[in-house]
């Protein structure tokens, strides 16, 4: 379909309504045909004469490609009419779900000679995360009495629009978890090179001599150096289970699925490690099988990560498996976030766990999970089996040694982190 | 690219709308009909189902703004009109054209504003503007009308043929040209 102006049924209207009567006004020697005759003809003749026949020019464009879920932006149109021929200006935006727009709808009109383009602005803010396409806009342009319409809808004019996850709130008040590092900002249960003042000790071979404190050297005769403990960094890693999504999605201030769960919840605890120096690493199963992002610390990665964890989508094609990610790295602290839902994911847990590995399990289940179809008493009864089932395997998992923990926000982990530092240095035998 | 125009998929009805579009609804359902009673009250004589079926199809064209019910509107008051009424100069057919004029522009805006949009000022002033123009000249033909059929000219057939041939050229003229003269 070519882009040209078209008469509308409005035009066809005026044309025959005032020609038919005054057609009949004439053939049947009835004047005032011809005073009904008038408005309609009068609009035909007027929007005749003022029938366009250059096409507009329009660009669309959309503000930003990527924001945090719950911020907006702007799908700006612009039309340049070089014949001052358009009156009416109409947009609709296609929106997909999880899109707000306003205008409600993504509907807006302007008279494009008194209000310009300026006005032609949506407000686009997605409620959810997620990779999106947004647009096309359907840009109508109309001229006098609506009488011509030009149209635009063209797949080329889409956008695509990353919805970064927004971080739900978390802190950790819990010391670290100790892991036999030897780099990074945390001091290490060990002495080492660093830069954290332990204590004065007698010179060993190996020390190096920029070590060597002269004042106790001198006041004792024998060789003194300065110790520091060593800084050690984490690594932790995310092992985010996207093979399931269960529960309703509302979007931001709505009800939370488990993957919006997990994703936010691992966002949130890779900004509080990654704030810290830690090093994170992220590993999702999804749809398309296994993402990574290897360990690395600093906004930019935090950056990297929360756009990989953007474009997660859950696994509709094959069930879970509970195969283990391969890789991963030994005495890493695994945070894995899944609802599990199924027997496999909790199996993973503990193959993660049989492998020397430090895991901790965010379970992000929905608590109304059970409930959030109150209409079918089948799938609610079938939840309530599910889930005492279950609650029996977890407590298995937990006897296990594995902590389950389920995700509660602000110091969801403390009191897990905590036993696991508590243990880790039982482990080593050193410093708290 | 596919390109397709508003005309042929039609505006979605994703909202209820402004107060603009409220009132501009309202009138396309609500004109129809009135436009019947006014023929009723010009010949003293109608029948209350061409009211119900007025606005039926207002109703209807309301619905479909990009259809050809309201052409089919205009059509069933004019040929009420000229069923019933006997009178050629009688001012209710001011009347009947004013309410005409009001149907057309009504049914024309509601099809240039999508559903949910808001009408600016300039678009309401403007749309207002002409159809008052377009209610004026109505009056101005009643007018032309009302003073020539008093006097039973010999030349008066002749100015009505030439009057419908005008007619017809500009019809001709305002149907369209070919689309090589549209600058595409």
Same mark, same amino acid.
Do not use: M, N, Q, Y
């Given at each position: 379909m070519s882009e040209r102006w078209q008469p509308t049924a409005a035009h066809s209207r005026a044309l025959l309504g005032g020609m038919g009567f005054a057609t009949v006004a004439v053939l049947a020697r009835r004047p005032d045909l011809l005073v009904l005759a008038t408005p309609l003809a009068g609009a035909a003749l007027w929007g005749a004469l003022l029938r366009p026949r250059v096409v507009p020019r329009v660009r669309q464009s959309l503000g930003h490609a990527v924001v945090r879920e719950g911020d907006a932006t702007t799908w700006r149109i612009e039309v340049d009419d070089p014949?001052?021929? +358009?009156?009416d200006v109409a947009v609709v935006l296609d929106a997909p779900p999880y899109i707000d727009c306003w205008p409600a709808g993504g509907q807006t009109v302007v008279s494009?000679?008194? $209000? /310009? $383009?300026?006005?032609?602005a949506i407000e686009v803010r997605p409620v959810r995360w997620g990779r999106r396409t947004v647009g096309p806009a359907l840009v109508a342009a109309t001229s006098a009495w609506g009488a011509y319409r030009w149209g635009r809808h063209a797949s080329d004019d889409e956008r695509t629009l990353v919805a970064l996850p927004r971080p739900a709130r978390f802190d950790a008040v819990a010391p670290p978890v100790l892991r036999? /590092? *030897? +780099?990074?900002?945390n001091p290490a249960p060990r002495q080492s090179s660093g830069t954290e003042f332990a204590t004065i000790r007698p010179f060993q071979p190996g $020390?190096?001599?920029?070590? *060597?404190h002269w004042r106790q050297s001198v006041r004792t005769g024998t060789l003194h150096v300065t110790a520091t403990w060593a800084d050690h960094d984490r690594h932790v890693v995310l092992l985010v289970d996207a093979l399931d999504d269960v529960g309703v999605s509302e979007g931001i201030g709505g009800r939370s699925s488990s993957l919006d769960t997990a994703v936010r919840a691992a966002g949130a605890i890779a900004e509080h490690h990654i704030g810290i120096g830690d090093r994170v690493a992220l590993v999702a199963m999804a749809a398309g099988g296994i993402r990574r992002v290897p360990a690395a610390t600093g906004s930019r990665h935090l950056r990297r990560l929360l756009e990989v964890m953007a474009t997660l989508e859950p696994e509709t094609r094959r069930s879970d498996t509970g195969e283990v990610p391969p890789g991963l790295a030994p005495g890493a602290l695994v945070v894995m976030l899944s609802p599990?839902?199924?027997r496999p994911a909790l199996q993973r847990a503990v193959t993660l766990a049989d492998h020397g590995l430090t895991v901790l399990v965010v379970d992000c289940l929905p608590p109304d999970v059970a409930t959030?179809?109150?209409?079918d008493a089948d799938v609610a009864l079938l939840w309530r089996i599910r889930l005492l089932q279950r609650e029996r395997e977890v407590r298995g998992v937990e006897e296990a040694g594995i902590a389950v923990v389920p995700w509660r926000?602000?110091?969801?982990l403390d009191v897990v982190l905590r036993d696991l530092h508590r243990h880790a240095r039982v482990r080593t035998g050193t410093r708290s | 690219m596919s390109v397709v125009g508003p005309s042929a998929a039609?505006?979605? #009805?994703?909202g209820r709308g402004d107060g603009v579009n409220v009132v501009v609804r309202a009138l396309v359902v609500g004109v129809p009909p009135l436009a019947v009673a006014a023929t009723w009250a010009a010949a003293g004589r109608g029948r209350p189902v061409v009211v119900v079926a007025a606005a039926a199809l207002g109703a209807l064209c309301a619905r479909r703004?990009?259809? !050809?019910v309201g052409l089919v509107v205009v059509a069933l008051v004019g040929v009420n009109w000229v069923a019933t009424?006997?009178? !050629? =100069? =009688? #001012?209710w057919s001011v009347v009947v054209a004013c309410l005409l004029g009001v149907f057309h522009a009504a049914a024309a805006a509601f099809g240039v504003? #999508? #559903?949910?949009a808001t009408w600016t000022r300039a678009m309401g002033r403007r749309w207002l503007r002409r159809t008052a123009v377009l209610m004026a000249a109505s009056g101005g033909t009643w007018l032309v009308v009302a003073t020539l059929d008093g006097r039973a000219g010999r030349g008066r057939a002749l100015v009505l043929v030439a009057a419908l041939a005008l007619l017809t050229a500009g019809a001709l003229w305002a149907h369209g040209r070919p689309a090589d003269e549209q600058g595409i």
């Open positions: 014949e001052g021929r +358009v009156e494009l000679p008194d $209000d /310009g $383009d300026g006005p032609l036999p /590092g *030897i +780099v990074g900002v $020390d190096r001599l920029r070590r *060597i599990l839902a199924t959030s179809d109150p209409g926000g602000p110091g969801s | 039609g505006w979605r #009805p994703l703004s990009d259809r !050809h009424v006997d009178d !050629h =100069t =009688t #001012p504003a #999508p #559903p949910a």
